[in-house]
């Protein structure tokens, strides 16, 4: 359960840290509430190990991160069974960028430590640039793929989750003046 639970959060901040998706439907406007995602500030070995070990099925007593948002969002059968394999797509594209991302940091790491040549961490730096712009474009392939199966009534939900991860961080601030 605590894993599912942690890489549902993961998959979470993801989802909602990463640009706003469009769906491809006429008369359905979507604002742009999220933002591309800093992949910089990840922990890149902890994510890593937490995909690996992600399975979309739950056991039979866990209530499993996709049977929540299901609910959530009142999503149909089919929905739910393109939601994983969107799922397990985005996990299959995003693992070996992972592990090739944990490869080049500790070559960075072990290049800075011992005064390696300004141009080779360039390199490995401009490197791990490009993965991380895979694994956003990745990450917003999976959004704009799912968000296109949703109706206007899941789409709403899906958005107010969105603007409540937003505003999550603000709360502490309000509390203490009994503003809600």
């Given at each position: 359960m605590k894993k599912t639970g942690i890489v549902f959060a993961l998959f979470a901040i993801l989802l909602m840290t990463s640009a706003g998706a469009h769906a491809q439907r006429p008369g359905i406007k979507t604002p742009a509430v999220t933002q591309a995602p800093d992949l910089s500030k990840l922990d890149i070995a902890?994510?890593?190990q937490q995909l690996q070990t992600t399975t979309v099925q739950p056991s039979s007593e866990e209530t499993s991160p996709l049977q929540v948002v299901a609910q959530f969002l009142q999503l149909?059968?089919?929905?739910i069974t393109e939601l994983g394999q969107l799922l397990q797509e985005r996990q299959a594209t995003l693992v070996p960028l992972f592990q090739t991302a944990q490869a080049l940091i500790q070559r960075l790491g072990n290049l800075l430590n011992s005064g390696g040549n300004p141009a080779q961490v360039g390199t490995v730096v401009i490197q791990i640039h490009a993965l991380q712009q895979q694994m956003a474009?990745?990450?917003?392939?999976f959004l704009t793929q799912f968000i296109a199966t949703?109706?206007?009534?899941q789409l709403q939900k899906l958005q107010a989750v969105q603007i409540a991860v937003?505003?999550?961080p603000?709360?502490?601030a309000f509390q203490?003046?009994?503003l809600f």
């Open positions: 902890k994510i890593l149909s059968p089919g929905q474009q990745a990450q917003q392939a949703l109706d206007r009534e937003q505003l999550q603000m709360l502490p203490p003046i009994f």
